[in-house]
């Protein structure tokens, strides 16, 4: 009688497993689960994250290759480390800059951040308050 009702327990037990495992699961219905629709948030992210970052960024750097390229001899910069001076002579690679009357250096053109035309006029500025 035992073994009958362990046979009887085993098959049960197997039987409802392999129903279980070959039982096709129902595909499911819900809304937002076809198409592109689960990835709108994810696209929208990446859209806002390129307008607000990738493209401003972008823009700055063809303004400063723009401005370097239009270098020339006279023309008064800002260099990355903050030195200001008066380019003297523009190569392909490097721009003799003079920083004071005698004194110049021989800088990467990659080095010149921006045109200090606004700090001369700061520059006058402050000078005019100092005398006053």
């Known amino acids: ?29 819900g809304p937002g689960r076809e198409g592109v629709t689960p990835f709108l948030p994810l696209i929208l992210i990446f859209g806002v994250f390129y307008f607000l970052i990738l493209r401003p960024q972008q823009k700055r750097q063809k303004d400063q290759q723009r401005f370097i390229a239009e270098l020339k001899k006279g023309d008064m910069v800002v260099t990355q480390s903050g030195i200001i001076g008066t380019v003297k002579t523009v190569g392909d690679k490097f721009v003799n800059l003079e920083i004071d009357q005698g004194v110049s250096l021989k800088i990467l053109k990659s080095q010149i951040l921006e045109s200090a035309a606004s700090l001369k006029d700061d520059k006058n500025s402050s000078q005019k308050e100092a005398t006053t």
């Open 1 to 29: 009688m035992r073994s009958m009702t362990r046979w009887f327990l085993a098959v049960s037990f197997m039987s409802n497993f392999l129903l279980a495992e070959g039982a096709p699961t129902p595909a499911p219905t």
